[in-house]
Every structure is written in structure tokens, then in C-alpha cells.
């Protein structure tokens, strides 16, 4: 194990809270790696440090994360670059280093669990402690099973426990080892709430207690913001943001053909006004089919646009880093809109918008309303609630959206 | 009537001589044909596959000039032992155990190919060594595919004809097996004899495959046990 370095690295530097420095024991992980993957013509390309603490992988999938865990626990090898913890080389392509993957004590807990399914759970749990002797390992492999609360799942196999302590034991068979890096390949992905939030509980105070670097891959975005201390977004192979989960996250999302299906509701808006301290902003939403002023021509909407103005409509969206004056894309799912035939009053959403019922069409089971309220919006309802709302076409209605509700692209 | 039951004997030696060994020399080349990349790794299986569809005699005629005195192989065991390989237990042994390779190695190939990949990287991510991930894991995870193969390699030497009377011929006690034995009394018009040691042949590798296959049942999935999704 390397010594406690926990200096900050290059300009690309993923940063843990100082407190964290200050418990530092493993050294912090620096990785630069390209990866062609021959079959698809992927190729990895990354440069980040991660100090000892969570720092967050975040990425659509498809976005490399995987791949990128995979060639740090030395499962693929790199086709150049360098891999070390502390001062540990792991991997370095010029100086013809690579580590196989059982000599670089790295614990990886696959997005599948790969638990050994001939094994019992007290047996998968101390597969990793071969080399230690009979009376530690059975004292280790204790220990770890009650601290993540599962001892008494001991005898049993893996299809015979359900998938929060399958999770469990996938996490205990990583832990046990006393790793040197901790990569966590969507560990949690679908728990409920509360058994994911006890088990990032629980992995929150053994790497107090172990401070080594934890990688954690999500596309969560909740999972960002409750573990992460630093977050790097990958998108296509690439770093596209590092820093603080609110830091990255609140970037737009880049605006793809993904992301914009299910999204009935495609409208530009402008950036009015930010309310840091509330975490949110104001929109103006622009008629897709007026069309924007044209860059440069028309910087602040509300002070320039004269000439038979359309109507704007100001819409509290989630903040993102944007400045005011600038033109985002929000999407809006039809069936996150709420309808209602008077003005709705004590409501949590922030946005009630006046409009007028322009149509109403039957989709199978359900009805695509849409509203005129300035902006066209569409919005679902359900048979039943056309009928005892009594809706038709003309009819003054009322939407409800939620801030989040509205989420955010880059124009 | 009276059955043969040296040549029973002598089977039944030669079967278990031939699956222990063929067990042995099966796992290196079913683990090489399902874990490489090589991207002539084809040739090796067509290769390996070829007693399935080659006459016996084809493959016992060149056996016999492999094993013989002027083949270079021939010419070392006689220099090291004193005799031909040819017409002897072990040239017999030899001969199966080549006969009967793609009924070993596949079995365990395909059981080797159908262990997911993630669980030899979880192996290795805990530190063990290829051999050791091979024993701990690979090995254990293809019990029913190593047992099918050692089953069929039994059976299969239990009952071969062709390529044991190229290389063994019918000497009693040595190369004399049952199939070669039922082969002689037929010759010699000794339907009931023949019957009777057919019959028991067929019993024999019946209750074998059946004992083999019952308890094959896995106990376990053969898969990665996946979190809920």
C-alpha cells in the first residue's frame, strides 16, 4: 500500500473534503487511460485523480463507466496510459507495467454481483482471505457479515437470499479484503429507498474508517447527490465535467435523440432570473413555433422582444449553470402535467399555468390534452378524469408543474 | 454358453483407464478451446471432432502406423520398452483414449463456455490465480458437464469395436474386448452366447449413463446469481 499522499492532483483533480485528507491511508488513485474497445469502436479516454472518499461515476449508459472500472481493477488492459494508488503503479503502458488483477487488491462489486453460486454466503465472503490464516479469516469474515447486518445469512447460497442481501454480500465478499480501492459498479441499482439508503449508511462508516479511494458508478442522479463528495461525469468515453455532485449535475444535459424521447413537451426557454439559494431559476418558454430572436439580436427577451410579443411564460425550472439571457431546451413529460378546471391554490408545485383547452384526443386508454397556455403544452389524463371533469375543447383549464419537473438541455 | 469375463474384465479396466486419463488430458484442451482467443482456435476443434465422424478404421489404420515400428513413435517405445506398441493394452489405450477425446472435451468445453465471465474477473479480483480461480471455480461450476464427459468416455470405450481391433486385433487377456468378443461368437454362429453378453453390455452402460445422468440434477444455477432487476 502506498504511503499517505493526498495531494491534489492536475487541473482535472477530484477533490475529497479536507477532513477526509486529513484520515487519508491509501493514497489517492490517478488514472489516465485510453481504451479501444475493437468490436464497437468504442474508445475510453479519460484523466482523473480520486482522492481517498466516494467520488462518483456518473454517465448514461453506454457512457464507458464499466469499461473504465474494469481496466483499473486490471480486468482489460489499457491500450496506453497509467494506473496508479499512491505510489503503486498498477498499470503503465511506457513503462510496460501491468498488474494482473489478483495482485492489485482492488475490491469490485459488479453491477451483477457475480456472487460464486456453488459457494454459501460465508464461503463467497471469505473467497478473497485465502492466504490468511484459518482463525482471522473466520474472525474477519464475522465481523464484516454483522457490520452490514447479514450473519445469519451465513449458511445459506446466493439464490436462496433475496437481492438487498445478495447486494450485502457482494459488498461483505468486497470489503473483507481490506482493499485498496473500492470500485462499486451500480452497487444499489434497483433497491428501494430505504434498504439503499442503510446499506450507503453502512458504506459510509467503513470507509470512515477506510479511508481508500471508492469508486461508485450511478445514473442516479439521487445517488450523486446523497454520497457523493466529488463527481465525474462520463459521456461517450469522455470526462465531460468534474467537481462537487451540484457542481457537475446542475451542467445542462447535452440534448440528444435519448434524451429527448418520452419528452412530449420540447420547448426553448430563456434564462430570466437564478435563485442560487433556492436552487432553482426562472424560464421565459418561447413558442417553438415563433422561434427564438436569433443570437445577439435579441440577448434579454423581456427587455427587447416588442413587436406583437408572444406571450411568455415564466416557469420555475431546477438551477442549472446557465447565465441569465442564455436559451436552454425544457422538456416537460405530459404525464408529469396536472390539469384542473379551477385556479388550484396551496400546492407544493411552483408552476400553475392559465390556458385554454385547444383539444382533447383519445389514445387508447388514456387522453393527450392539449393547452394553450401562451405556449402549446400536452398533457395525460386518465378517461376518468375527462368525465368527471366534464373537459372539452375551449374550456379554461389550469396546469400544474412541479419544478422538477422541467428538466433541462443545452439549446 | 458361457460369457467371456476376462474380456468383461479387461473392458471395464480399459474404460476406467481411459476416462481417468482422458479426464485429465480433456481439461487442459476443453479449457485452451473455450477461454482462447487464438484465431485458428477452429482448426484445434475440427480436429479434436474428428472421431465422431471418421470411420474407426480410418482412424485405427493410422493408429497402427503411428504406433508400428517404422514410425518415429514406434521406433521410441520399442527403443525404450523392448516391443511394439502395436497389438499391446497400452497401444489399446492410447488408441481409445484418441477415439474418444470429443466425447470428453466437448462436454467440458461447453461447460466451461457457459460459466459466466464475471464470476473468473470476481475470482480474480479476490486475488486468485488463474489455476486457483480454475480449481475454485471453474471446476466446481462444471461438475455436471465434467461429469457428463467422463460418463460418455466410459461408455463409449465400454462399447468402441473399430479402432481397438486395428490396433489391439483379439488376443485373449490383453486387447480381447467384449465388443470383439460378441464380434466372434456371432462369427462363429454362437447366437446365444453372443446374445447373452450383449445383452449384459447394454445393461452395464445403461444403468451407468442413467446412475451418471440422475445424479447430475444441478443443485444450483449455473449463472451468476444477479441483483434484483
Known amino acids: 500500500m502506498g504511503p499517505d499522499k493526498t495531494e491534489r492532483g492536475g487541473t482535472t483533480s477530484v477533490s475529497a473534503p479536507p477532513a477526509a485528507d486529513a484520515h487519508a491511508v491509501g493514497g489517492t488513485l490517478r488514472v489516465q487511460v485510453r481504451k479501444q474497445i475493437a468490436e464497437s469502436g468504442f474508445l475510453l479516454d479519460v484523466e482523473f485523480n480520486a482522492a481517498p472518499g466516494f467520488t462518483i461515476l456518473f454517465g448514461a449508459s453506454g457512457a464507458g463507466k464499466t469499461t473504465l472500472l474494469d481496466c483499473v481493477a486490471g480486468l482489460i488492459p489499457p491500450n496506453s496510459g497509467r494506473i496508479a494508488i499512491g505510489d503503486r503503479v498498477l498499470f503503465d503502458a511506457a513503462a510496460r507495467i501491468q498488474l494482473p488483477a489478483e495482485r492489485r487488491k482492488i475490491g469490485y462489486v459488479f453491477q451483477d454481483l457475480a456472487l460464486f453460486p456453488h459457494l454459501t454466503v460465508e464461503k463467497n465472503v471469505e473467497f478473497g482471505l485465502s492466504n490468511v490464516p484459518l482463525g482471522e479469516r473466520r474472525r474477519r469474515t464475522a465481523s464484516i457479515l454483522s457490520a452490514l447486518r447479514i450473519p445469519h445469512l451465513a449458511g445459506r447460497r446466493p439464490n436462496e437470499i433475496s437481492g438487498g442481501e445478495r447486494q450485502r454480500v457482494a459488498l461483505a465478499r468486497a470489503l473483507v479484503t481490506d482493499p485498496v480501492i473500492l470500485l462499486l459498479d451500480e452497487p444499489l441499482a434497483a433497491l428501494d429507498v430505504a434498504t439503499k439508503s442503510r446499506i450507503i449508511d453502512d458504506l459510509r462508516a467503513w470507509n470512515e474508517t477506510h479511508r481508500v479511494p471508492v469508486l461508485y458508478v450511478t445514473h442516479s442522479r439521487e445517488e450523486v447527490f446523497a454520497l457523493g463528495e466529488s463527481a465525474i461525469v462520463l459521456h461517450h468515453g469522455r470526462i465531460l465535467a468534474t467537481g462537487t455532485p451540484h457542481e457537475v449535475l446542475s451542467a445542462p444535459q447535452q440534448e440528444t435523440v435519448a434524451n429527448l424521447a418520452g419528452f412530449e413537451n420540447i420547448l426553448d426557454a430563456n434564462v430570466e432570473s437564478l435563485h442560487a439559494d433556492r436552487g432553482t431559476m426562472t424560464c421565459l418558454l418561447y413558442p417553438s413555433e415563433s422561434g427564438k430572436p436569433s443570437p445577439g439580436e435579441a440577448p434579454h427577451a423581456k427587455a427587447t422582444v416588442k413587436k406583437t410579443p408572444p406571450k411568455l411564460v415564466p416557469l420555475e425550472t431546477p438551477l442549472v449553470r446557465a447565465e441569465v439571457g442564455s436559451w436552454l431546451r425544457v422538456g416537460i413529460r405530459a404525464g408529469d402535467i396536472l390539469l384542473a378546471i379551477v385556479p388550484p391554490v396551496g400546492l407544493s408545485a411552483r408552476n400553475v399555468l392559465a390556458g385554454r383547452l385547444v383539444s382533447l384526443e383519445r389514445r387508447d386508454v388514456m387522453i393527450s390534452a392539449r393547452v394553450d397556455c401562451g405556449v402549446e403544452l400536452e398533457a395525460h389524463l386518465t378517461l376518468a378524469a375527462r368525465d368527471s371533469l366534464k373537459l372539452e375543447a375551449g374550456r379554461e383549464v389550469w396546469l400544474v408543474i412541479k419544478t422538477h419537473s422541467c428538466h433541462l438541455m443545452q439549446s | ?229
Open chain 2, 1 to 229: 454358453m458361457s460369457i467371456d469375463w476376462q474380456a468383461f474384465w479387461l473392458t471395464l479396466r480399459l474404460a476406467l483407464i481411459v476416462s481417468a486419463l482422458l479426464f485429465i488430458i480433456g481439461l487442459p484442451i476443453a479449457y485452451w478451446i473455450s477461454f482462447s482467443r487464438w484465431r485458428w482456435k477452429f482448426l484445434v476443434e475440427a480436429i479434436v471432432a474428428m472421431p465422431i465422424v471418421l470411420p474407426p478404421t480410418v482412424l485405427g489404420f493410422y493408429l497402427l502406423v503411428a504406433l508400428g515400428p517404422r514410425s518415429p513413435l514406434g521406433r521410441w517405445w520399442i527403443s525404450l520398452t523392448g516391443h511394439t506398441l502395436a497389438f499391446t493394452f497400452t497401444g489399446l489405450v492410447i488408441g481409445s483414449i484418441l477415439y474418444s477425446l470429443p466425447f470428453a472435451v466437448q462436454p467440458f468445453a461447453a461447460s466451461f463456455s457457459s460459466i459466466d465471465r464475471r464470476l473468473i474477473s470476481a475470482s480474480a479480483t479476490l486475488g486468485a490465480s488463474p489455476l486457483n480461480t480454475f480449481f475454485r471455480v471453474t471446476v466446481p461450476l462444471s461438475r455436471p458437464g465434467l461429469i457428463t464427459g467422463a460418463a460418455l468416455t466410459f461408455a463409449h470405450t465400454m462399447g468402441e469395436f473399430g479402432v481397438v481391433l486395428m490396433v489391439g486385433g483379439n488376443i485373449p487377456g490383453v486387447t480381447r474386448t467384449v465388443s470383439i468378443e460378441i464380434f466372434d461368437q456371432v462369427q462363429a454362429a454362437n447366437y446365444a452366447t453372443a446374445n447373452a453378453t450383449a445383452l449384459l453390455l447394454l445393461v452395464i452402460c445403461f444403468a451407468m449413463l442413467a446412475i451418471v445422468y440422475g445424479s447430475n440434477r444441478r443443485s444450483w444455477p449455473i449463472t451468476a446469481i444477479n441483483g434484483p432487476r
